[in-house]
């Protein structure tokens, strides 16, 4: 079992926000504070979201935005679009030295 | 453009061994730590290992801990998962992942390969 529990799927319809958490499960993954967030579409190799919590690379729009509170990390999506739906997944370093992935949230736009 | 290209990847007996490649290309590969992740079929991702950018720190996941090496030689631009006694369950795309920064940890993931898959049976 994952130290990062995310919920098995989530839905919104075009337009709206919703957003995806990422509970730490695990003491391991210490303050928490290096998390990102990764996109999947099928078929396609993951891509990078969100970063050390809430940051956004370069070309990532502007509609994903990353937060934390204590041990729940989010992923917000607004203005919900077609392209959106995907498998999302959240990352943590942790204090064994290594890094643990959720098991993943499948977003459906309805 | 950064670029992460694997191979090596195919079908192969339980107990065998097999040796999985990446080249990269688009940046310094000298410069940054590298990472193995594995999904398997249907399943989600999975950190399988991590290496510094001089090879002097590497992490394992407990599940490959012993059976797998990771290595890089800079001077190619490569990135390599030995790979020994494998189980049914090591079946999956071996994504090659290129590190954020110097260090495997703490540095997040940002660019990934397409993948490689390894079917052992």
């Known amino acids: 079992q994952s130290a990062l529990t995310q919920p098995a799927s989530v839905s919104g319809s075009p337009g709206q926000s919703i957003t995806i958490s990422c509970t730490a499960t695990?003491?391991?993954?210490?303050?928490?504070?290096?998390v990102s967030w990764y996109q999947q579409h099928p078929g396609r190799a993951p891509k990078l979201m969100i970063y050390d919590v809430s940051k956004r690379p370069s070309g990532v729009s502007n509609r994903f935005s990353g937060s934390k509170s204590v041990s729940t990390a989010s992923l917000t999506i607004s203005g919900l679009q077609g392209e959106d739906e995907a498998d999302y997944y959240c990352s943590s370093y942790t204090s064994t030295a290594s890094w643990v992935f959720g098991g993943g949230t499948k977003l459906t736009v309805l | 453009e950064v670029q992460l290209v694997e191979s090596g990847g195919g079908l192969v007996q339980p107990d065998w061994s097999r040796r999985l490649s990446c080249v990269a290309s688009g940046f310094t590969f000298g410069d940054y730590a590298m990472h193995w992740v594995r999904q398997a079929p249907g399943k989600g991702l999975e950190w399988v290992s991590g290496?510094?950018?001089?090879?002097?720190?590497?992490g394992y996941a407990d599940s490959v801990k012993g059976r797998f090496t990771i290595s890089r030689e800079n001077a190619k631009n490569s990135l390599y998962l030995q790979m020994s006694s494998l189980r049914a369950e090591d079946t999956a795309l071996y994504y090659c992942v290129k590190g954020s920064g110097m260090t495997y940890y703490y540095y997040h993931m940002d660019v990934w390969g397409k993948g490689t898959t390894v079917t052992v049976s």
């Open positions: 695990s003491s391991d993954v210490g303050d928490y504070v290096y």
């Open positions: 290496i510094s950018w001089n090879s002097g720190i590497t």
